[in-house]
Nanobody, 121 residues
Framework: QVQLVESGGGLVQAGGSLRLSCAASGSIVSINDMGWYRQAPGKQRELVATITSSGSTNYADSVKGRFTISRDNGKNTVYLQMNGLEPEDTAVYYC???????????????WGQGTQVTVSS
């Protein structure tokens, strides 16, 4: 019913930048919060950043000042600009969206397929 498609991952040297994008499509009435999470090998998935429909943002302490989340509500797309990348940022990055698919129904959470970000030292 709802698909989230991520793009923009890749390999970058420490100190470099990448911009991730995630576009939502399908049976969408409205989208509440959107966000990015990441999972490194052998670790649990963790929150990176979230943004509400009105633009309020929240960041993990480890990325504050380096990453910026934004969204284009007209395109149902969320972005993550990552600057000053560090080897510790290496992970699979997942997009998440809380989507209302029909009037009178509670919003549901959806995940993208993930995009690999690798930062070399």
């Amino acid at each position: 019913q709802v698909q989230l498609v991520e793009s923009g991952g890749g390999l970058v040297q420490a100190g470099g930048s990448l911009r991730l994008s995630c576009a939502a499509s399908g049976s969408i009435v409205s989208i509440n919060d959107m966000g990015w999470y990441r999972q490194a090998p052998g670790k649990q998935r963790e929150l990176v950043a979230t943004i509400t429909s009105s633009g309020s943002t929240n960041y993990a302490d480890s990325v504050k000042g380096r990453f910026t989340i934004s969204r284009d509500n007209g395109k149902n797309t969320v972005y993550l600009q990552m600057n000053g990348l560090e080897p510790e940022d290496t992970a699979v990055y997942y997009c998440n969206a809380i989507v209302k698919i029909a009037l009178g129904r509670w919003p549901l959470g959806y995940w993208g397929q993930g995009t690999q970000v690798t930062v070399s030292s």
